[in-house]
Each structure stands twice: as C-alpha cells, then as structure tokens.
Nanobody, 121 residues
Framework: VQLQASGGGLVQPGGSLRLSCVAS????????MGWYRQAPGKQRELVTG??????TSYAASVKGRFTISGDIVKTVYLQMNSLEPEDTAVYYC?????????????????WGQGTLVTVSS
C-alpha cells in the first residue's frame, strides 16, 4: 500500500486547511486510515482515524475543529478549522488492515510522507 499526502501549508491562526491522502496498491485489505502528527521536539501523536465501517475517532485536542471524511478505500480528507499555533506539525497519513489502529492500539503498518502544516501570524 502506498499513501500520498498533500495539502499542507502556512495558515494564520483561526484559518483552515484541508489535507488529502490517496491510497494505492493492495488497498482492498485496508480497514483504517487517518493521520498522526509530529510537532518539533515532540513525539508523534494520533490525530484522527476512520474505519471502513465509517467509525471516526479524534484526539481531544482537535475534536470539534477537525473532521475526517472520505472513501477509505481510496482517499481520505482531513478538514482542519480554527487552527491554532499548537497545531503546527508534520502530518502523516496512515493506513492499516486493523480497524483498531484508529484508537491508537499499536502503530499502523503503512505510512505516507509527511506534509507540513504551519499555523502562524
């Protein structure tokens, strides 16, 4: 499985961005997709995930501001609203056969390249 992420950039506090992640290859086995992020000097953290059954989960820090959507077999999107400087990080798309990965139960198997999101005035 290959994952191609896009959509990062520079945005002012309070602004919005939408990230995309396109999956290709042996995608028929994928049951979970989503995003991690890693801020400078910090560990990678789970942001959100969506399962093939449509279940979604979010980190407490982004709930109500971020929305994940899409066709898990092909493309998922992360709509990020009301962005804060603390959201500045490299965002990594992930995919896995195990739907439990959206709850952070183990690291996903497949990763995309990171896309940088910078929230700054």
């Amino acid at each position: 499985v290959q994952l191609q992420a896009s959509g990062g950039g520079l945005v002012q506090p309070g602004g919005s961005l939408r990230l995309s992640c396109v999956a290709s290859g042996s995608i028929f086995s994928i049951n979970a997709m989503g995003w991690y992020r890693q801020a400078p000097g910090k560990q990678r953290e789970l942001v959100t995930g969506i399962t093939s059954g449509g279940f979604t989960s979010y980190a407490a820090s982004v709930k109500g501001r971020f929305t994940i959507s899409g066709d898990i077999v092909k493309t998922v999107y992360l709509q990020m609203n009301s962005l804060e400087p603390e959201d500045t990080a490299v965002y990594y798309c992930y995919a896995d056969e195990d739907a439990k990965k959206v709850d952070g139960l183990g690291l996903p198997e497949f990763w995309g390249q990171g896309t940088l999101v910078t929230v700054s005035s």
